[in-house]
């Protein structure tokens, strides 16, 4: 058997080894490297694939979410609304920006943020929400737009862990994740579902105003060249990433059609184990399993991630400390007891290996020592 891994990249990258190797060398001898071709084609085809406006490349995931947040006209101390559960990229550029992050609750089921929270932090300061996606299933969209409208908010979807799913509105309308708010903000760092040769992101908005402005930011603040309307950032996908893009995103809907596979084997193994939870089908989203993730007791997880781990198994722990909680949001002072749910789930997750290359021989270890470990642990 294969050395099981959390992420098999190089599995991934034999498959479609020529074509990779050949839009490199394209790349190489055109020596555009800076917002060559590629780049604009991979705007285009991204743009094609979201059926979105405009698709802004920039330099990474986080580069989205500042990039997105400079551009709404923002004064220091706005309140921006952010779940507690989430990768810190989310709210550090909030802060980052001498914007206010206020962070919400999570639902125990979908992990996404709590629109009942949402409501009860509103305040005459607050501006924007940023939902995020997370583990690769959508966020309640239809809930969230209606509590922005209403209040005159910007929302911002951090889709960095579900490019390609697909959000699911009450009236039957699907729209892919990331276009269903004002903007959306997505990464291509190589272990997300659309994962790049190195660091790389995008900002997604069917509005023409936004979109220029995001353009110009991410620009150092210019349109025309050596002359700067605004204080912006250099902030670009590069040519050899996009290039490699270009072919993966052809493969997107069948990478996530594997990922939903492996999650399908590792949900009917464990359905009827009543030391884990498997994960939660959102009526939302869909889901495409950026990870798989269990929830266990409290006092099983080491134990199980201990065992998995002497048999050569990895898992990790997303997220192991609330963002509340962090010390680097310690100014802030937040109510402990207005996170329940997070809490709750950051003693008590386990991501189990999650790739496009999970063979039935691997998944079949992996879920065998997890059952073997609850059979021992009675
Ligand atoms: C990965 C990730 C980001 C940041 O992306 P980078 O490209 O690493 O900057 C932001 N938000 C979430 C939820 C992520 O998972």
Do not use: W
């Not at 690769?136 to 969209?141: H, I, K, L, S």
């Not at 059609?257 to 359905?271: C, I, L």
């Not at 329940?340 to 991501?351: E, G």
Request: net charge negative; glycine share 6%.
């Amino acid at each position: 058997m294969k050395k099981i891994q959390m992420v098999d990249l190089k599995g991934q990258y034999k498959k479609i080894q020529s074509q990779i190797n050949n839009s490199i060398e394209n790349v190489i001898n055109s020596t555009a490297f800076i917002n060559g071709p590629e780049v604009k084609s991979f705007q285009n085809n991204l743009e094609k694939f979201l059926d979105a406006k405009h698709v802004i490349p920039c330099g990474n995931g986080t580069d989205a979410l500042q990039i997105s947040l400079m551009s709404l006209d923002l004064n220091t101390g706005d309140e921006i609304i952010t779940p507690d559960f989430t990768f810190i990229a989310t709210a550090e550029v909030i802060a980052f920006l001498g914007l206010k992050p206020v962070f919400v609750d999570v639902e125990p089921g979908s992990f996404n943020i709590s629109p009942d929270s949402v409501k009860k932090s509103l305040s005459s300061k607050t501006k924007a929400i940023v939902p995020v996606h997370l583990f690769g299933q959508c966020a309640n969209m239809t809930e969230i737009n209606n509590i922005a409208k209403e209040n005159n908010l910007f929302v911002i979807e951090d889709t960095a862990q579900a490019l390609g799913a697909e959000s699911l509105s009450g009236n039957g309308l699907i729209s892919k994740a990331g276009t269903t708010g004002d903007i959306g903000t997505t990464s291509f760092f190589p272990s997300k579902n659309l994962g790049a040769y190195g660091d790389g992101g995008a900002i997604i908005t069917n509005n023409d105003d936004l979109a220029k402005k995001i353009r110009h930011i991410g620009n150092h603040g210019m349109e025309k060249k050596y002359y700067h309307d605004s204080i912006g950032v250099n902030s670009r996908l590069d040519t050899i990433q996009a290039a490699i893009l270009n072919v993966k995103l052809k493969y997107l809907d069948e990478y996530n059609r594997s990922r939903q596979k492996a999650a399908a084997f590792y949900d009917e193994a464990f359905q009827n184990l009543e030391n884990i939870t498997i994960p939660y089908h959102s009526e939302f989203s869909t889901h495409i399993f950026h990870q798989y993730t269990i929830l266990t007791n409290p006092e099983s997880r080491d134990p199980l991630r201990n065992h998995l781990a002497r048999n050569d198994i990895p898992s990790m722990i997303y997220y192991p400390v609330p963002l509340h909680r962090q010390e680097a949001f310690g100014s802030y002072r937040f109510d402990d007891k207005m996170f329940p749910v997070t809490k709750n789930l950051s003693q008590r997750v386990l991501s189990l290996p999650m790739h496009t290359e999970l063979e039935i021989e691997q998944l079949n270890y992996i879920v065998n020592h997890v059952i073997d470990f609850f059979n021992n642990h009675k």
